[in-house]
């Protein structure tokens, strides 16, 4: 039934998800960006949100059962590194998913396919889709494919960096760390974004990414390296 209604790309995409679809529409749901849908077409926002929830008590029960021994301040920061917007874009990506997208004009105009949130969204709409679709049990089996070897290479440690160098200088008596844009390059649609994480020290350090907030985080943890290392 769902291979009937569903073009060869989307088609595609099922297979690399590993999941086949008794009702195809809750997948269609689930990749159709607001930018796109109508009164007939649904945008997945609703899906986004069940799947946020399915993903979190899936990663939940994983990491207890991967570390029996772990404290709750231990697990807390693997979970929000497992549950993340980038982590679930990053999957997004491996399984090309911003290929399959339905987005309006404005949004391919200007590079939706590529955007973090959007992915990362759309990842936890098809979350949800399977949950639907298939019960929480598809839903755990295709959530563990993609994130079990991010489960088992999550660090002992994983709060995110600005978090992590605050805590640090904090520890030392000083005043959380700035972040100022150097540079901003590249078209609207792929901009690059050189960001400075300074120290009142004077220590510094540069990072450059495709979004303001990853090239923040990135200059914290080069700063935060930095630190460590004197």
Known sequence: ??????????????????????????????????????????????????????????????????????TEG?????????????TCADVAREIDLGAVLKLGKSEMVSGGRRKEALLGDAMEAVIAAVYRDGGLEAARAMILRFWARRIAGVEADARDPKTALQELLQAKGQTPPSYDIIKREGPDHAPQFTIEARAETGHSAQAQAGSKRQAEQAAAKALLESLKHE
């Open 1 to 70: 039934m769902g291979a009937m209604k569903l073009s060869a790309e989307v088609s595609a995409f099922m297979k690399r998800l590993g999941y086949r679809f008794d009702d195809p529409e809750l997948l269609l749901r689930a990749l159709t960006h607001g930018s796109f849908s109508s009164a007939t077409r649904p945008d997945n926002q609703r899906l986004e949100f069940l799947g946020d929830r399915v993903l979190g008590l899936v990663i939940s029960e994983a990491i207890l059962e991967d570390d029996r021994s772990a």
């Open 74 to 86: 231990v697990l807390a920061p693997r979970y929000n590194a497992l549950v993340r917007k980038e």
